[in-house]
T-cell receptor
Framework: GENVEQHPSTLSVQEGDSAVIKCTYS??????FPWYKQELGKRPQLIID?????GEKKDQRIAVTLNKTAKHFSLHITETQPEDSAVYFC???????????FGKGTSLLVTP | GAGVSQSPSNKVTEKGKDVELRCDPI?????LYWYRQSLGQGLEFLIY????????KSGLPSDRFSAERTGGSVSTLTIQRTQQEDSAVYLC???????????FGPGTRLLVL
């Protein structure tokens, strides 16, 4: 099936620094790219998403960029806080129009 | 309003037994998805229901897995003759028709001994 690659698998930053997580996808038909945050033992929560007609989207400290030509998209978190510590998953929609292909996740640790 | 709910939250079973996992989607959401999350892995799509249409079962890993959705609301994922490799967190999500955003339940953590 089509793949979504996500890097890095783990990321440790100091509070106040920025964190960047990168994903690549292979299905050129993908048009929707959500990012989910999953705290330990909890459900994945959508934090931001982007559609293919937009190159960048920002929501307070979180931003996502998309390069459709290169088939990659990135999550940027600025001024990180300890409560940002979680596993982050990127995803891309498939040619089915509904199922999502997920990356394997990035475990982000923000140390005070 | 209430989010997606799943039960049980944890299930321990013996190899070879059958298990049933339940998902109650957000009211009004006609699309329902099941995913499997193995340790250290991303979410793997299993099955999709949309209204009264035939479900997309393309992600089910074997014929031991089946799912149904009664009355267009609650869904049950059944795993027959469980194997140790079935141990994972099974997540359910729902969405409004035509909307891409999927809302996830808390998952059922399945352990097959």
């Amino acid at each position: 099936g089509e793949n979504v690659e996500q890097h890095p698998s783990t990321l440790s930053v100091q509070e106040g620094d920025s964190a960047v997580i990168k994903c690549t996808y292979s299905d050129s038909a993908s048009n929707y790219f959500p990012w989910y945050k999953q705290e330990l033992g909890k459900r994945p929560q959508l934090i931001i998403d982007i559609r293919s007609n937009v190159g960048e989207k920002k929501d307070q400290r979180i931003a996502v960029t998309l390069n459709k030509t290169a088939k990659h998209f990135s999550l940027h978190i600025t001024e990180t806080q300890p409560e940002d510590s979680a596993v982050y998953f990127c995803a891309a929609d498939t040619n089915s129009g509904y199922a999502l292909n997920f990356g394997k996740g990035t475990s982000l640790l923000v140390t005070p | 309003g209430a989010g997606v709910s799943q039960s049980p939250s944890n299930k321990v079973t013996e190899k070879g037994k059958d298990v049933e996992l339940r998902c109650d989607p957000i009211s009004g959401h006609t699309a329902l998805y099941w995913y499997r999350q193995s340790l250290g892995q991303g979410l793997e799509f299993l099955i999709y229901f949309q209204g009264n249409s035939a479900p997309d079962k393309s992600g089910l890993p074997s014929d031991r897995f089946s799912a149904e959705r009664t009355g267009g609301s609650v869904s049950t994922l059944t795993i027959q003759r469980t194997q140790q490799e079935d141990s994972a967190v099974y997540l359910c999500a729902s969405s409004l028709v035509g909307q891409e955003t999927q809302y996830f339940g808390p998952g059922t953590r399945l352990l097959v001994l």
